[in-house]
């Protein structure tokens, strides 16, 4: 377990000796950007972790909406996980195939729904396969459980509030895009989006906050590179990204660093890109 915060990140040491543990249950989140030409389900299906269910970002959305994997209703996140066999009283341990990516999002949502007893794979399925861990085809076989959810509206916010915020300079609006697309140096991956930011955003790449092989950075580090960005840690941030799943990384970040005054933007740029009558900055 991480020694940092035990609540939100644990080692591949830690899961291998709590693998067989009644109350773990662990999630597969990998999820590819569209263009990847990766099938995150075919992956999943061929080597998981043992005892791992998959967790579609995509279909446990609202899937009602015309953006990308929005957070779901309620009731839909409940069923779903019942079905996989969560529930109350669980630790749930998420993780993804390229280190530590979609698995924070996934980490959001169950935030987003009450159920704080739940921690990212630090280095995730790279760093188990890397030290010779083992895996498995073929789902486990689930038996139903009850979960509560309760949604805490606190962790989200939708493209009214984040305008608000634009216009008057808090909370803070930090974007975990890749430099140059926040800059709007480069056409968006999603057509139809206007290229740049939300105006006064800040920008900290996703990447700045994790370590070459996929693990997080230190507390000291990632403190470093808020402050470096003009991002002051001690106040309430809104994160954004492309889709609201990278975003999840850096509330992940600023969770470690005890900041508990975030939020997602869950629209993200998939949503302000696309509203001509919404300011955008370039450069």
């Known amino acids: 377990m991480n020694t940092s915060d035990p609540q939100l990140l644990v080692s591949t040491d830690w899961l291998a000796a709590h693998l067989d543990a009644p109350d773990i249950r662990i999630l ?83 935030r987003l729904f ?40 606190s962790l989200v916010r939708d493209v009214t509030q984040v305008a608000a915020s634009a216009k008057l300079g808090a909370p803070q609006i930090v974007d975990a895009r890749a430099p140059e697309r926040f800059r709007g140096e480069v056409p968006e991956p999603r057509p139809g989006l206007r290229p740049g930011h939300i105006p006064g955003a800040r920008n900290v790449h996703f990447k700045a906050v994790l370590n070459p092989d996929g693990t997080m950075k230190s507390t000291e580090d990632l403190r470093a590179v808020f402050e470096a960005a003009g991002v002051d840690v001690g106040k309430p941030v809104i994160t954004s990204c492309g889709s609201g799943v990278t975003a999840a990384i850096l509330n992940l970040a600023l969770e470690r660093l005890g900041n508990r005054g975030h939020a997602l933007y869950d629209g993200s740029w998939a949503e302000w890109g696309a509203y001509p009558d919404l300011k955008v900055e370039r450069g």
């Open 28 to 110: 597969d989140a990998s999820w590819h950007m569209p263009d990847s030409g990766r099938d995150a389900t075919g992956e999943y299906s061929a080597a998981h972790i043992p005892g791992a269910h998959f967790f579609d970002v995509d279909e446990i959305s609202d899937t009602g909406s015309s953006l990308p994997h929005m957070a779901p209703p309620t009731e839909k996140f409940v069923a779903r996980l019942r079905a996989k066999g969560i529930g109350d009283g669980h630790r749930v341990v998420v993780y993804d195939t390229l280190g530590l990516f979609s698995a924070a999002r996934v980490w959001w949502l169950f």
């Open 114 to 153: 009450g159920k704080r007893d739940v921690a990212v794979l630090d280095g995730g399925l790279p760093k188990w396969l890397a030290e010779g861990r083992p895996v498995e085809d073929g789902a486990p076989t689930p038996r139903d459980r009850h979960f509560t959810a309760r949604r805490d509206a």
